[in-house]
């Protein structure tokens, strides 16, 4: 059974930092690709990075230079590392997966970034 489960989100105030980690379990992650999403109030989800099974990465442009994906393959875990951060950055972020033909999402974790 395919899981995935973000933590890490906390309120944090404009200009400061914050580690996301996704924890997977049911599949070979060292050989998939994992992203970031995020969903902000009132709006779209939304995609904020993906890193693939070679270690490449790509990054929403508003994001870009101020995120870092990364991943442990030992621990099948993504993490995303953010700075910088904006009240703009307020959302729930997920990790999602594809696998077999099918998207996997896990329930996300909330994100605040206010003063």
Same mark, same amino acid.
């Given at each position: 059974q395919v899981q995935l489960e973000e933590s890490g989100g906390v309120l944090v105030q404009p200009g400061g930092s914050l580690k996301l980690s996704c924890a997977t379990s049911g !599949? +070979? !992650? *060292? +050989?998939? *690709?994992?992203? =970031?999403?995020?969903q902000? #109030? %009132?709006?779209e989800r939304e995609y904020v990075a993906l890193i693939n099974s070679d270690g490449v990465t790509n990054y929403e442009a508003s994001v870009k230079g101020r995120f870092t994906i990364s991943r442990d393959d030992a621990k099948s875990m993504a993490? /995303? $590392?953010?700075? $910088? /951060?904006? #009240?703009e950055d307020t959302a729930v972020y997920y990790c999602n997966a594809f696998i077999r033909g099918m998207n996997? =999402?896990?329930? %996300? +974790?909330l994100v605040t970034v206010s003063s």
């Open positions: !599949f +070979t !992650f *060292s +050989t998939h *690709s994992v992203r =970031w999403y995020r902000a #109030p %009132g709006k993490y /995303l $590392q953010m700075t $910088q /951060l904006r #009240p996997y =999402w896990g329930k %996300g +974790t």
